[in-house]
């Protein structure tokens, strides 16, 4: 048996591996992590064994030697919204406290898989934002270009471009014609359990407790710091505690007594039967909001909008489903005939900005990660990356700088749409 | 969530007719209110899990403003109100002006459990 460096006795997945395991019947595999009882104490807590909390977990170890975390998970591992998005992968934004670290996530994303020895199917197919008007056209150059600027790619496609490459799009649709789009060739889509199991089972081989089926009821604090957090496995006492609990961040946070510039609301997502490879990349309609994959079974991956009401339900209602299949047969009028296999939705910590908050809070101790909206899974890596960083050294990553928390009262939001302060329009 | 929703005006409608504005707890500061109170007021929500009271409009119908009391776990609809006669309701109560921040009755009272 193979081991990886710096991973203590974690089996190594490769190709021989599988050969090898296949000859002697599959019995030797074992489990990827330990399901360990909780500590009495650890020096970091982490609330949330999402894709955010364990590559929180993950790089704290790594980079910053802290191995003494637990990562305390009220269902199983991945069973919130890393579990349900859609897999896209990007680093196209505009504003300055967004694009560095987006692009800072790309990077991570593309060494992943060798980093972690996990597939995580990371397949930088492109993504293209359809642009149906001059003054959208506009708008795509511009962000093209904030992009390059930043060191990312960005391509603004012509119609024919756009027809080479996706040639069953409605291009004269009466209302939306399609008048070309913006591409990242580098954006993708990576397989989302594939991601949260390998940042699982890299921290778990480096020390680090996941804990599952452990939920955190109360934040114990002692002269205005945090001490330990109660669970449905009882206390457990730490030194400084991150949350990291997506949609049920206000939730928690109530627990030390905070109120959030956030709302929990249900965005729900599709997936077609399969069929024979049609979509080659990621491809959005820049007339509702709506975007399509293809998976690697075939399936067509698709969503839209939020259902736009506060929701915790992880399920959604049919009038959303209407007018999600209606932008569907809309930009790809041969879906039609297509049919849906399976819905879901899961509870989106939407920010009144659309933009994420990483920073610490006014209790001592007391981090916080949350507001990722319906855009936190390309962000998995350098949220970790830049939450172990404030865990570890209680400073602000200089890449999540503008994701503060005061950022709302200083008047310095980050607003991509420029909708305001109206947490579903994001 | 409920399909059919029962507007004081118009009677029983379907959902579609009705535009969810989001979380009714919020009261608007007086406009010479404290910065901080103004904040709490547009950024901070106490995002509820359980009985959340909600500015939906009736935009398809009678085009009034109600306020409708509705589970954000289950989705389930309790009672729908106009929206003046609830905010005439709100005012009556003492202590409502005192404290434009704090969160609205029905969000503490019906914070859900499971
Ligand atoms: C339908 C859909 C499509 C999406 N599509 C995309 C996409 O294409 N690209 C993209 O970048 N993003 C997308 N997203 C957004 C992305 O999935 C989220 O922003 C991201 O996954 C959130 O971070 P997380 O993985 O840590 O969250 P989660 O996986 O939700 O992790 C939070 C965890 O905290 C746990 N928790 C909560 N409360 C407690 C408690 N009290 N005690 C213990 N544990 C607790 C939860 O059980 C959960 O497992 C999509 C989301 C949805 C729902
Ligand atoms: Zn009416």
């Known amino acids: ?426 | 969530m409920a399909s059919l929703i029962t507007c004081p005006h118009c009677g029983v409608r379907p959902k579609e007719e009705f535009t969810i504005r989001g979380d009714a707890g919020p009261v608007r500061p007086a406009p010479e209110a404290k910065f901080a109170a103004w904040d709490a007021y547009v950024h901070l929500r106490d995002n509820v899990r359980g009985v959340m009271k909600e500015h939906w409009q009736h935009s398809g119908g009678c085009r009034r403003w109600l306020v409708v009391e509705r589970d954000t776990f289950n989705h389930a609809v309790h009672s729908v109100v106009d929206a003046a006669e609830f905010a005439q309701a709100s005012a009556a109560k003492p202590g409502r002006k005192a404290a434009p921040a704090k969160p609205a009755k029905a969000a503490s009272k019906g914070r859900g459990k499971a």
């Open chain 1, 1 to 426: 048996m193979r081991y990886i460096r710096g991973m203590g006795r974690v089996m190594k997945y490769s190709a021989f591996s599988i050969f090898k395991q296949g000859l002697s019947g599959n019995k030797g595999w074992r489990p990827a992590w330990r399901e360990p009882e909780p500590k009495k104490h650890y020096d970091v807590i982490i609330v949330g064994g999402g894709g955010h909390g364990l590559a929180t977990a993950y790089y704290l170890a790594k980079n910053h030697g802290i191995t003494n975390v637990a990562v305390l998970e009220k269902g199983y591992l991945g069973s919130g919204n890393v579990g349900r998005n859609t897999t896209i992968v990007r680093a196209n934004y505009l504003l300055e406290g967004n694009e560095p670290f987006y692009s800072h996530s790309l990077k991570l994303w593309e060494g992943l898989e060798q980093e972690l020895n996990f597939n995580a199917m990371m397949s930088q197919r492109g993504v293209i934002n359809l642009y149906h008007s001059d003054g959208q056209r506009d708008a795509f150059a511009r962000r093209g270009n904030a992009m390059r600027l930043a060191g990312e790619d960005a391509e603004l496609l012509g119609r024919e471009q756009v027809r080479e490459l996706v040639p069953f799009l409605d291009f004269d649709n009466p209302r939306f014609p399609v008048h070309g789009g913006l591409m990242q060739r580098r954006g993708g889509t990576a397989r989302h359990d594939g991601v949260a199991w390998g940042y699982a089972r890299g921290a778990d081989s480096r020390g680090v407790d996941l804990i599952q089926n452990c939920e955190v009821t109360g934040i114990r604090r002692e002269g205005g710091r945090v001490v330990g957090v109660e669970t449905s496995r009882g206390f457990i006492g730490c030194n400084r505690l991150g949350l990291a609990a997506a949609g049920n961040s206000g939730r928690v946070a109530e627990m030390a007594g905070m109120r959030l510039p956030v709302e929990s609301q249900v965005l729900q997502a599709f997936v077609s039967e399969g069929i024979k490879p049609f979509i080659d990349q990621v491809v959005t309609f820049g007339a509702a909001l709506f975007y399509m994959s293809q998976s690697d079974k075939g399936g067509l991956v698709f969503g839209g909008s939020l259902d736009l009401y506060n929701s915790y339900a992880q399920r959604g209602n049919l009038a959303t489903v209407e007018s999600v299949m209606e932008a569907a047969c809309a930009m790809v009028p041969s879906v039609s005939r297509v049919k849906v296999l399976r819905a879901w939705g899961g509870v989106m910590d939407m920010s009144m900005d659309g933009s994420p908050i990483i920073d610490r809070t006014p209790v001592d101790d007391l981090y916080l990660n949350c507001g990722w909206c319906y855009g936190g899974f390309k962000a998995t890596p350098a949220s970790g990356w830049c939450f172990a960083h404030l865990l570890a050294t209680g400073e602000t990553h200089e890449l999540a700088k503008a994701f503060r928390l005061d950022r709302f009262s200083r008047g310095y939001q980050i607003d991509e749409t420029g909708h305001g302060a109206q947490a579903n329009l994001h």
